[in-house]
Every structure is written in structure tokens, then in C-alpha cells.
């Protein structure tokens, strides 16, 4: 079973949210800072989200210093995006087996402790 978990260290909610949740050793942890997502990965994560937009981050520096908020952007923009910067991608996202978890808010962390147990 796939155990995921794509985060940022410098990334003060994503380090909150690893000590609430404490995932084993049996979880692969990936800074995306340091170790780049890939293609492969990225193909992954939109399979089971079921799109770029909904891994896309708005919320990234980057969106409004880029114009990004005034663009008519395809899931083809989006994957190009999150490939090229790592702040696009919305953050902590875990995968458990063909589940996905996107986010910090506390519903989606709640959502994860229950896959967890």
C-alpha cells in the first residue's frame, strides 16, 4: 500500500501537522523543497483528486506575483505550475493507498487521523 506524504519543512503548518499526526516509518516523507516532485508522482496525485486545480495552491506568493489570479488557467498550466515551483502545490498532501488527503484544514487532517487508525 502507498504511504505518501508530500509536505514542506520550512513550512510551519506542514511541521504542525506532521507532529499532530506522527506517521510511521512506513510512510515515505517528501520534502518537495529538496527532493522535487515528479511527473510520475504529480500523474498520481491528479488521478486520484481528480484534477490539477484541485492540488493547485491560489494561496502561493507566487500567484499574485506572477498575474496567475488574471489568467484563464487549463489543467495543462496548472500541471506545468506545480511541476516547475513547489509552492503551487497545496500542501500537506498525503497519499493511503488510493486515497487522497489535500490540505491543512482541520477536517481534512481529522480525515486523515481516521485512515490512520
Known sequence: ???HVFYLS????CTRILKE????NNFK???I??????EDQLELMRKLAGSYEALFSKRSR??????LKDKNLKEADLKKLILDEYT???RPVFI???EIFIGNTQAVVDRIKQKMA
Open 33 to 38: 523543497k529538496n527532493e522535487k516532485i515528479r
Open 21 to 24: 499526526l506522527q506517521p510511521n
Open 10 to 13: 520550512t513550512c510551519s503548518t
Open 88 to 90: 503551487f502545490l497545496k
Open 96 to 98: 493511503i493507498g488510493e
Open 29 to 31: 516523507l517528501q520534502d
Open 1 to 3: 500500500m502507498i504511504k
Open 62 to 67: 507566487k500567484y499574485k506575483s506572477l498575474g
